[in-house]
């Protein structure tokens, strides 16, 4: 039921497409860009829905106050504290250990601003959890959501960031201007 409003809003309320080749994993971390404005979470969230399919994500936790802490909790949303010194690799690592299925998307741009030095985070998570980077592109020009690459993190992040990097270089963002790659 789920699944069918989703795609129902994505889909034909709001005119977007897909385009996935990769499988669905048990477990991944999803590297979603470019992240432009506050709408790419929704967007996002109805194209995983629509599939089917379940994801969690980051959010600072000055976002998780009443009534709008119990919205992000309920569509997958883990509040982290950015100022205290703990890693949050390791965290989102033990997750991935404990749970048969999980997904958790990541902006690596770590902003809606424009941003060529991209956060490490998501290639660390992946690497320590031992679970592939899946790369989703977002375009609003042609309203389109693409899923066909994921990577298996080698470990040396300058190669690998690179093309993922290369993969993004084609969509264009609600504002694009605000997505920089280097």
């Known amino acids: 039921m789920k699944q069918a409003v989703y795609s129902f809003i994505y889909y034909k309320?709001?005119?977007?497409?897909?385009?996935?080749?990769?499988?669905?994993?048990?477990?991944?971390?999803?590297?979603?860009?470019?992240?432009?404005?506050?709408?790419?979470?929704?967007?996002?969230?109805?194209?995983?829905?629509?599939l089917g399919r379940r994801t969690s994500f980051m959010m600072k936790?000055?976002?998780?106050?009443?009534?709008?802490?119990?919205?992000?909790?309920?569509?997958?949303?883990i509040p982290v504290n950015r100022n205290r010194k703990n890693s949050l690799v390791?965290?989102?690592a033990q997750r991935f250990s404990v749970r048969k299925k999980f997904h958790l998307a990541?902006?690596?741009?770590?902003?809606?601003?424009?941003?060529p030095d991209w956060k490490k985070g998501f290639y660390y998570i992946a690497l320590k959890a031992k679970v592939p980077i899946?790369?989703?592109?977002?375009?609003?020009?042609?309203?389109?959501i693409t899923a066909t690459k994921a990577i298996t993190p080698s470990g040396?992040?300058?190669?690998?960031?690179?093309?993922?990097?290369a993969?993004?270089?084609?969509?264009?963002?609600?504002?694009?201007?605000?997505?920089?790659?280097?």
């Open 61 to 77: 936790k000055e976002w998780f106050f009443f009534p709008l802490g119990c919205f992000f909790k309920a569509i997958g949303g």
């Open 13 to 50: 309320l709001l005119g977007w497409h897909t385009n996935v080749t990769i499988p669905d994993y048990d477990k991944c971390v999803i590297c979603a860009a470019p992240h432009t404005t506050n709408f790419d979470l929704l967007i996002g969230k109805l194209f995983y829905g629509a």
């Open 156 to 165: 040396n992040f300058d190669k690998d960031i690179q093309e993922i990097k």
């Open 167 to 182: 993969y993004f270089k084609c969509f264009k963002g609600k504002h694009p201007e605000n997505f920089v790659i280097e």
């Open 134 to 144: 899946v790369l989703i592109g977002i375009d609003y020009e042609k309203k389109l």
């Open 106 to 115: 990541i902006t690596p741009e770590g902003t809606r601003k424009p941003n």
């Open 90 to 92: 390791d965290q989102m």
